[in-house]
């Protein structure tokens, strides 16, 4: 398979977007609320899709199929935030780091059940090293705190596992684009009930935050849902697009540096090693047994 026809391509492109979210979040959050910015994120991604799918004059979605865009948008969307945002007000930035790392893990045992998906031995060894590499990456120099925090945390993992799973069913009848905006405009509906806070907040602003936000709405959502709902319709496995989301936290440390000119420490450069390691494995075992399989045909 030609680079420019595979998975690759679109999921980097997903994983770079969303490694500066975590920068531009930072700087957003000295202004608003965490449900004032998640409304507003996804209102400016819901505007700059809407534009396109009615400049594009794209289908809208089925009868029959309202109900998944509308469990896509709540579970991946709504729910993952509110969960995500009541973990990390209570845990580590590191805690929270390694439980959202679970997501690949979590997507690819349910992938096992939902879509009968299976990795080979590798693949898991692969996944499994991921992780630790995360666990590295995050936990050498902080530590892990366990409480009531976990548990939602594991909620958001869960919530954003099924998302990748709804994004894959979605992605077999509609195109990337259509999925993910129909997907992102449920999600933004529900989030409206943030709106009237996000609207108190905005005349405080300064200047400079509003292009923080265009960043985030059409960047870190837009563009990265996008081409993340592109990559499942590509990858012959859900799995292999979720994998990606284990090298988040290493490019968002080399973000980081390159941005703000926070220098990697050793945690970052070797559990960065790690994980880019284990990619590279789970890609080869994937391509191993492919080759296995069609030498049998």
């Excluded at 997903?14 to 500066?20: A, C, D, G, P």
């Excluded at 608003?32 to 996804?42: E, I, K, M």
């Excluded at 969960?83 to 590191?94: E, P, R, Y």
């Excluded at 892990?144 to 939602?152: A, I, T, Y």
Aim: proline share 4%.
């Amino acid at each position: 398979m030609k680079f420019k026809d595979s998975f690759h391509p679109y999921a980097m492109v997903t994983i770079l977007f969303w490694s500066l979210a975590y920068a531009f979040t930072r700087l957003t959050l000295q202004y608003f609320s965490a449900f004032s910015l998640g409304f507003l994120r996804y209102f400016i991604a819901s505007c700059a899709l809407l534009f396109i799918t009615v400049f594009l004059r794209l289908k809208p979605p089925h009868k029959k199929d309202i109900p998944w865009f509308f469990a896509a948008g709540g579970v991946g969307f709504f729910l993952y935030m509110i969960a995500f945002n009541q973990g990390q007000a209570v845990v580590t930035a590191a805690t929270g780091s390694i439980v959202i790392a679970t997501v690949p893990v979590i997507t690819a045992l349910l992938a096992r059940f939902v879509y009968q998906e299976h990795l080979t031995k590798i693949q898991w060894v692969a996944i499994f090293l991921e992780f630790a590499g995360v666990a590295v990456l995050t936990l050498m120099h902080s530590t892990f705190s366990l409480n009531h925090g976990v548990l939602w945390l594991l909620l958001a993992a869960l919530f954003l596992s099924l998302y990748n799973l709804l994004q894959r069913r979605l992605t077999k009848t509609y195109t990337a684009l259509q999925t993910s905006a129909y997907s992102i405009f449920f999600g933004t509906l529900l989030l409206a009930i943030f709106a009237p806070a996000a609207v108190r907040e905005l005349p405080h602003t300064p200047p400079i935050h509003f292009l923080y936000l265009a960043v985030l709405g059409i960047g870190s959502s837009a563009i990265a849902y996008v081409s993340w709902a592109k990559a499942f319709s590509k990858a012959a496995q859900t799995s292999q697009v979720s994998n990606y989301m284990f090298v988040t936290p290493f490019l968002t440390s080399i973000l980081g540096f390159l941005i703000a000119r926070e220098i990697p420490n050793v945690a970052t450069l070797t559990g960065g090693s790690i994980i880019m390691f284990g990619v590279l494995l789970f890609h080869l075992g994937g391509k191993s047994t492919a080759k296995t399989r069609t030498s049998r045909n």
